[in-house]
């Protein structure tokens, strides 16, 4: 298995559980979310309560809650939305944090591609969600989620250059 940390902070944020597609010249990766039932499960074991003197409820908390499951695996807490001028601050930011622990080769693709990368999420700013990592560390990088036309599930945007790959 493959885990994807944040460069930065060593926060998990993706695992090759959850394929992704590179967009924007290999700047953003594209990932698909889904909406997942979490809590109780009713199970039928074929028993029939009533004719075991058993009562119908039992005190068993049956609270079930959707989650997204990126969000719930990867313990991403979301984050207040950007408006531009503070999307542009934070980007610049993290292209001067995350430049010097680049590689030279990745270094140049990243430089070159992040202009692009940064047009296509400011053309989709008021749509996006914001998240971190567990740690909320300010200087880590940002996932991004937001709803294609139609969608029911999200789809998560990630720096490709600002993950890591550990073998598990």
């Known amino acids: 298995m493959l885990v994807y940390q944040d460069l930065l902070t060593g926060d998990e944020l993706l695992s090759d559980?959850?394929?992704?597609?590179?967009?924007?010249?290999?700047?953003?990766?594209?990932?698909?979310?889904?909406?997942?039932?979490?809590?109780?499960?009713?199970?039928?074991?074929?028993?029939?309560?009533?004719?075991?003197?058993?009562?119908e409820d039992e005190g068993v908390d049956d609270q079930t809650i959707k989650v997204v499951d990126i969000v719930d695996t990867f313990r991403l807490q979301e984050q207040p939305a950007f408006d531009k001028k503070q999307f542009v601050a934070y980007i610049k930011k993290y292209i001067k944090t995350l430049t010097p622990k680049l590689e030279d080769d990745k270094k140049e693709e990243f430089k070159k591609g992040i202009e692009g990368a940064t047009k296509f999420l400011l053309g989709k700013l008021k749509d996006l969600q914001f998240f971190v990592g567990e740690s909320m560390h300010d200087d880590g990088s940002l996932v991004f989620a937001y709803y294609k036309d139609g969608a029911t599930d999200p789809t998560f945007l990630y720096f490709g250059h600002g993950l890591k790959e550990i073998k598990c």
């Open 17 to 55: 559980s959850f394929p992704y597609k590179e967009i924007e010249n290999g700047v953003l990766w594209e990932v698909e979310g889904k909406w997942v039932v979490q809590g109780a499960v009713d199970v039928n074991i074929g028993a029939n309560p009533s004719a075991e003197g058993g009562d």
